[in-house]
């Protein structure tokens, strides 16, 4: 008997939220995003929302630009194409990895964690509503 996976099985995929950490001495820490990797399907992505007030209200003198372009960078690599530089030679797992790997800039990435999905872009919409929009 094969294996045979149809669309709407659900399948692993992995997430990590994207955060602004404005001064790391404080210890504050925003969500702004989130990076979803589906390696059955081949699926990965990001999206993100900067909340403006809420981050100057952690510090006024935040470099928004600066996490707006971070954002950017994410996104390119996710993307795969020439804007992500020598990662878009990469699969896309090895893009995530290096999306999720801990780094000390002013834009994060959080704890990967994992699931079950038949609908991975549905899940970046759904994690983006609940880890990082402002509730209702």
Not at 48 to 69: K, T, Y
């Amino acid at each position: 008997m094969t294996n045979i996976r149809t669309a709407a099985e659900p399948t692993v995929f992995e997430y990590a939220a994207l955060r602004v950490v404005p001064r790391v001495e404080r210890g504050e820490a925003m969500n702004v995003g989130v990076v979803v990797y589906c390696r059955a399907l081949d699926y990965l992505a990001c999206r993100s929302h900067l909340d403006e007030p809420r981050l100057l209200a952690l510090d006024a003198s935040l470099d928004l630009d600066g996490v707006r372009s971070a954002l950017l960078g994410v996104d390119a690599v996710c993307c795969g194409g020439e804007r992500a530089g020598q990662a878009a030679a990469e699969a896309p797992g090895a893009r995530f990895r290096w999306l999720t790997a801990p780094r000390s800039t002013i834009v994060q990435p959080g704890p990967v964690h994992a699931g079950l999905t038949d609908d991975p872009a549905a899940e970046l919409d759904r994690l983006l509503d609940l880890l990082v929009l402002t509730p209702k």
